[in-house]
């Protein structure tokens, strides 16, 4: 069995959940985290600096990294960037408000809220190629850390598709898996079956008031 602890990064300029909120498609742009992403960071390795915890991998975008490096300072780890974390490519929208993609394509983005797994985003990913390569990373890690407790920090995109993955379902149920920013999940993974046991828990937030 390997236990996978999964963390969604936290907090943005461009995923900002304040009273002014500021939303854009993130992707491969690499955004540091804000104050309040940093004491989210904080208030989840707080939580999870009492697990006995073999390794600690993240995409290599920094906010990911720094979520990352938060836990790994309180659990003598060093953070091992992994490819297959790496956020979607939003391809031409990466940067975009909602609003600015529906008016560049109003279909697509339609699409995108009604049927993500039939999207690909011009010169980038579809949802299928982040299922390819997050499952090619698990499969990799379960072999690697047999008997072991392994951490994961990733972001919105990637945690939703690993953890349809995870419950057996496709991509169409995107958005039925809620991810807030600084959320843990845990799953493990025994014989090639996995089992969810923690969802988007962001307990250890509630004292931040975010």
């Not at 600096?49 to 790994?72: G, N």
């Not at 659990?75 to 990466?94: M, R």
């Not at 985003?121 to 072991?148: C, M, Y």
């Not at 169409?172 to 493990?188: C, K, Y």
Request: proline residues 3%; aromatic residues 6%; charged residues 25%.
């Amino acid at each position: 069995m390997t236990r996978f602890v999964l963390i969604r990064h936290g907090q943005t300029e461009w995923n900002r959940t304040e009273w002014n909120r500021v939303e854009r498609f993130r992707g491969r742009a690499d955004l540091a985290l804000d104050d309040t992403g940093i004491r989210q960071a904080e208030a989840a390795a707080e939580r999870l600096s009492r697990w006995e915890i073999a390794a600690l991998y993240s995409s290599p975008l920094r906010r990911a990294l720094m979520t990352a490096q938060s836990l790994a300072s309180q659990v003598e780890l060093a953070v091992q960037p992994l490819e297959g974390l790496i956020d979607i490519d939003f391809g031409d929208w990466q940067g975009l408000s909602p609003q600015e993609a529906a008016a560049q394509d109003r279909d697509l983005y339609k699409k995108w809220l009604e049927r993500p797994q039939e999207v690909c985003f011009p010169h980038g990913e579809s949802l299928q190629d982040v299922q390819h390569r997050i499952t090619a990373a698990i499969d990799s890690l379960v072999k690697n850390h047999s008997e072991q407790t392994v951490v994961l920090v990733s972001h919105n995109v990637v945690c939703r598709v690993l953890l349809c993955v995870v419950l057996g379902v496709d991509n169409s149920h995107f958005w039925q898996l809620g991810q807030d920013v600084g959320a843990i999940n845990v799953f493990e993974v025994s014989d090639g079956n996995p089992v969810l046991s923690l969802l988007n828990d962001t307990c250890h937030l509630k004292h931040l008031g975010v």
